[in-house]
């Protein structure tokens, strides 16, 4: 019995090779020392990632030099040369250019994004000889002792051996619990700890982690999903790779068997058909332009994961913001105190409980720095017990007694099932309305652990935290409702005090506000995600769900956050943007990374995704019209037996001038329209009326060749200039609306157009035009102008059409859905 063959493996994805090393058991506190270090490098156990960031200068090389197109063209240039038609051979220049200009362009790319990515690379506290240093992630090796706190992303499996914290496996099970974690338990690669610190001994790294087992099956699995430009033209080039071989094949058979020419004269004819269907400047362009989009991001210190996100971003519509690190900045700062209870507890009764609560905390979010250097009293008592504070119970405590505990978190939660809330709850609301952060310390008669705070509480004071808003917070807002994108406000805060900072950094609707505790269904939740700008006291989940609701509803979401709260609603979002002054796991969990951490950066980012995918979409249509003339064409030809009127290098004429240098040049200009539309239906809808007005021209001229029986030179030369035309036509059509740039551009096409179609004729293979063919090219030259009005009328009103008939299905699907 036969096997079938199995996939090979890439070599980055192979087992490393390593030598046993027996398991150390470190102090916690001493951890292992430089010899064992090395050691256990030498031997192979190194954290190394299973999937280097980028491809090497190697893969950069034969990426761009083997291609099945490429390959296509040289078979073709070889049946050009055994027919010595060196003239023919142009084609091969274009062919080589486009490689060049490819490897060159990633290369700088690639040198770029490592200066980046060494930046960003995550770097982990690590305990040696002693001493708690921090290193880069990859260095790291098996048994090394590594402390995490709140944000840190674990890099390998692990055991914990000192301390406690609660983690959260989502990114790696699916499963959003928070887990408390304690010695002896086992941390997943690729979680991440949401609360407290611990030290853990590091038991498989590299290729035996369980992340980097995930990665290697999803790897042999399959390629992520492209985006949807990038499927289109993928799917585009490869029916066209499909179809021109058979096509080559039954062109050659018309022009050597049906029509009698030479061999020499059937191998131009096809290999001109051949070249003259093949877009192949298109997908290089695209990417070009992808990675020049990079570059100029990277220059602007903002750092891309995934280069499909660009396109995502430019047709971003709904903008999903944290309040905190996003509108404001992040340090946060303790206003005052707010006492509630004079008559039993005074300032310094207050002063005294929050320097032994922050004492005893050992979180290092913005809000417990905040604290710590507010409350810098001398600590009274130790705890015997903490519990850290949680986005999803928003709220956390210390117990110093077993009838001494102290909560401190969101008002409404702690207040819950307080029966004199009423009381206190027009004193926050009249300091949520300011703009504070309002939180509660409150006096529990019960335990930490019970699930909901549902004993006895006295409320002792309020605590009035507050963050600056940006300094161009408002311009950042402004530009984004002038580019016609819905800004959203998700927050932990509470809905009034979100409210009130979104109206100050100007963001539309911002009274608009709902408390996320009161949406308990998916169904409330999805309705609010339509209604409401302003979402508080959401839980991580809830954020998750937010994003997922906004998408059902056909919006395109991008969404920026730094915190660990953030990270489930970053991985969900179409397109997510961190700050590098957050989290670690929000970081590698997003596409984009603000290495400045400088929200106003958002509108170049935007500006910059736009520009690239609209340019991409302009050019493209040059290209299109070329593909769309000469495959309709072919065809023709061999239903009605024709000589195919193009030879390869009066095609290389056309394509240089008419789409090659002019798109490239409009691939690099600042467009910041807004997208919309299926990115191939839009260039097909482009390129129709130069497509159809080239065939209209073309047929006509071949009428006039078989009813006065022109020389098949003339005709060739007669096609070239109106294809020429035509081109230079559908150039001003894409360039519009001028600038100086564009100007130049055109008018120096014309020139050379001019001066290579009568004055270096020989080259491009082309024959001076006697009295009657001249006279030919001169009517239908003439027409080309009327003809392509013409067709750019209809096919604006069929795309009208279609418009209007896809609006009314979608409006019909919303009613059957919102019936539902």
């Known amino acids: 019995m036969h096997h079938l063959p199995q996939k090979r493996k890439k070599k980055q994805d192979m087992p490393r090779p390593r030598r046993s090393v027996e398991v150390a058991h470190p102090d916690p506190e001493v951890g292992l020392t430089h010899a064992q270090v090395v050691k256990r490098a030498q031997a192979g156990w190194l954290n190394t990632p299973v999937d280097p960031p980028g491809k090497s200068v190697k893969q950069i090389i034969l990426s761009h030099v083997f291609t099945y197109f490429n390959l296509l063209f040289f078979l073709l240039a070889i049946c050009v040369i055994l027919v010595r038609k060196w003239l023919n051979l142009t084609f091969m220049g274009v062919v080589l250019c486009n490689t060049a200009i490819g490897i060159i362009q990633d290369l700088r790319a690639k040198k770029k994004l490592d200066q980046l990515n060494i930046l960003a690379s995550p770097r982990v506290p690590v305990v040696r000889d002693g001493q708690l240093r921090s290193i880069d992630a990859a260095k790291l090796v098996r048994d090394d002792i590594i402390q995490l706190t709140a944000g840190k992303q674990i890099c390998a499996d692990a055991v914990v051996v000192a301390g406690e914290c609660c983690v959260n496996e989502a990114l790696v099970t699916g499963e959003a619990d928070e887990i408390v974690k304690k010695p002896g338990d086992t941390l997943l690669s690729g979680s991440f700890v949401i609360n407290g610190t611990c030290r853990a001994q590091l038991t498989a790294v590299g290729d035996d982690s369980f992340a980097a087992k995930l990665t290697i099956e999803a790897k042999t699995a399959g390629s992520q999903p492209k985006s949807e430009m990038m499927r289109s033209l993928t799917n585009l080039i490869k029916w066209i790779g499909f179809a021109v071989i058979p096509l080559g094949i039954i062109m050659f058979i018309k022009e050597y068997v049906w029509l009698k020419g030479e061999i020499a004269e059937a191998v131009v004819s096809t290999v001109g058909s051949i070249v003259g269907m093949i877009p192949e400047g298109l997908y290089l362009l695209t990417s070009l332009a992808l990675v020049a989009s990079v570059i100029r991001l990277a220059n602007r210190k903002t750092l891309v994961h995934d280069m499909d996100c660009i396109e995502t971003l430019a047709r971003v519509d709904t903008l999903c913001v944290d309040k905190t690190g996003t509108i404001t900045e992040n340090k946060m700062i303790v206003e005052d105190v707010a006492l509630l209870n004079e008559d039993r507890f005074v300032i310094s009764d207050i002063r005294m409980i929050m320097a032994d609560y922050v004492y005893a905390m050992q979180d290092d979010n913005d809000t417990m720095v ?12 130790r705890a015997i ?132 505790r009161t949406l308990t269904t998916d169904a409330a939740i999805s309705a609010a ?31 920026t956050g730094d915190g660990v709260n953030d990270v489930l609603a970053l991985r969900e979002a179409d397109c997510s943007i961190a700050m590098a002054s957050g989290s670690d796991v929000a970081c590698q969990a997003s596409h984009i990374v603000l290495m400045n951490s400088d929200f106003s950066a958002m509108p170049s980012v935007v500006a910059e995704g736009r520009r690239v995918i609209n340019n991409i979409e302009r050019s493209a249509s040059l290209y299109i019209v070329k593909n769309l003339f000469c495959f309709a064409l072919a065809i023709i030809t061999l239903f009605f037996t024709l000589p195919y009127p193009y030879t390869p290098a009066q095609l290389s004429l056309i394509s240089m001038l008419t789409i090659g240098i002019p798109s490239f040049v409009l691939a690099l200009e600042p467009n910041e329209n807004k997208i919309s539309g299926k990115f191939l239906r839009n260039v097909v809808f482009r390129s129709l009326p130069a497509a159809m007005t080239d065939l209209v021209l073309v047929i006509g001229v071949m009428l006039f060749y078989v009813a006065f029986r022109l020389d098949e030179t003339m005709l060739r030369t007669i096609c070239t200039g109106i294809m020429g035309v035509v081109g230079l036509m559908m150039v001003f059509q894409t360039s519009r609306p001028f600038n100086g740039l564009r100007t130049a551009m055109f008018t120096l096409l014309t020139v050379a157009f001019c001066v290579c179609y009568f004055f270096l004729s020989e080259m491009f293979t082309l024959s001076p035009l006697d009295g009657q063919s001249f006279l030919i090219f001169v009517v239908f030259t003439m027409l080309a102008f009327s003809v392509m009005w013409l067709f750019g009328r209809l096919n604006h009103f069929c795309k009208e059409k279609y418009l209007q008939r896809q609006k009314n299905k979608r409006h019909v699907r919303h009613r059957r859905k919102s019936v539902r």
Request: hydrophobic fraction near 35%.
């Open 385 to 516: 017990k903490t519990l850290p504070f949680s986005s999803a119970r928003k709220y956390g405590g210390v117990s110093f007694h077993t009838d001494e505990t102290y909560l401190l978190g969101a008002p409404e939660v702690l207040l819950a099932s307080c029966p004199d809330r009423q009381r206190y709850e027009p004193i926050i609301r009249r300091y949520s309305e300011k703009g504070c952060r309002v939180l509660l310390l409150a006096l529990y008669d019960g335990s930490l652990d019970d699930p909901t705070p549902s004993a006895p509480l006295m409320p002792l004071a309020l605590i009035l935290l507050s963050n600056k808003v940006r300094p161009k917070a408002a311009a950042t807002f402004d530009y984004f409702e002038s580019q016609g994108v819905t800004v959203k406000v998700i927050s932990g805060d509470n809905p009034m005090t979100a409210s009130e900072v979104a109206k100050r950094a100007h963001i539309r609707n911002a009274e608009r506000w709902v408390d996320a």
């Open 370 to 381: 905040a604290l710590k250097r507010y409350f810098t009293g001398k600590q009274y008592q």
């Open 529 to 559: 995600a339509e209604k409401y700008t302003v979402f508080g006291r959401v839980t991580p989940q809830q954020k998750k769900k937010l994003i997922l609701a906004m998408k059902n509803h056909g919006h395109t979401v991008a969404m």
